[in-house]
């Protein structure tokens, strides 16, 4: 099972990767992940990452994301497959990790494009408060504090983060739009894309997206 996840900020294609990598006891793959770790323990690899400031959202050069993939998926523990969050981006990248899969005479089983309506994303972020003393996360509508506006734990003053507000949220959409459709497309043309609606609840997403995979490795084998 080897998967490729596409999908905006706030449509849960995080949580979704994590639950379908333990359903086939596979890794998650997140090349981000990955650079944080490595600049938090100091490594040579880690400083080398650093020179990017991929804290201020800046892109790690494909070859150096390419190596890390490439590295990474050649573990003991990627044999059964894996599941990429946050790889390819772009369609450079994705005939790179073709290029990949072809010298390891393996495939991919499917990329996943989880999808929602825009404004049900936006409710997402512009409903979420945040505790500015211990970092504790509630959502206004899905889960609310005990007392409207205070944190549960501490009682400080919620907060809403900058770029939680809806003009951003919806601007932050369109970039990943816009980004985003040459994968599609790529993924489209080899018919290895599926669209996920990412819009009810988790359990229910996660149901679609087993019955989904289970019904296209059938056809593959």
């Known amino acids: 099972m080897i998967l490729v996840l596409l999908g905006p900020p706030g449509v849960g294609k995080g949580t979704q990767g994590t639950r379908v990598a333990v359903h086939y006891d596979v890794p998650t793959i997140s090349t981000g992940a990955i650079f944080r770790e490595a600049v938090a323990r100091g490594t040579e690899f880690g400083r080398q990452i650093q020179r990017?400031?991929?804290?201020?959202?800046?892109?790690?050069?494909?070859?150096?994301?390419?190596?890390?993939?490439?590295?990474?998926?050649?573990?003991?523990?990627?044999?059964?497959?894996?599941?990429?969050?946050?790889f390819p981006r772009t369609a450079p990248q994705a005939d790179a990790l073709q290029h990949i899969l072809d010298e390891q005479k393996r495939s991919l089983t499917a990329c996943l494009d989880f999808e929602a309506?825009?404004?049900?994303?936006?409710?997402?972020?512009?409903?979420?408060?945040?505790?500015?003393?211990?970092g504790s996360t509630y959502h206004v509508e899905m889960q609310p504090p005990r007392q409207a506006g205070l944190c549960d734990l501490c009682h400080a003053q919620l907060e809403m983060r900058p770029?939680?507000?809806?003009?951003?949220?919806?601007?932050?959409?369109?970039?990943?739009?816009?980004?985003?459709?040459?994968?599609?497309?790529?993924?489209?043309?080899?018919?290895?894309?599926?669209?996920?609606?990412?819009?009810?609840?988790?359990?229910?997403?996660?149901?679609?997206?087993?019955?989904?995979?289970?019904?296209?490795?059938?056809?593959?084998?």
């Open 52 to 86: 990017y400031r991929i804290d201020r959202g800046e892109f790690v050069p494909d070859e150096v994301v390419v190596g890390t993939v490439r590295a990474r998926i050649s573990e003991a523990d990627c044999i059964g497959g894996f599941v990429l969050d946050g």
């Open 163 to 221: 770029d939680d507000a809806p003009e951003i949220v919806r601007r932050r959409l369109e970039v990943y739009a816009e980004k985003t459709r040459p994968l599609i497309d790529y993924y489209s043309a080899l018919g290895l894309l599926y669209t996920i609606d990412a819009s009810p609840e988790p359990e229910t997403v996660f149901s679609q997206v087993i019955a989904l995979l289970t019904e296209v490795r059938r056809k593959q084998v």
């Open 117 to 134: 309506d825009t404004e049900l994303l936006v409710n997402r972020f512009s409903g979420r408060r945040v505790c500015p003393r211990d």
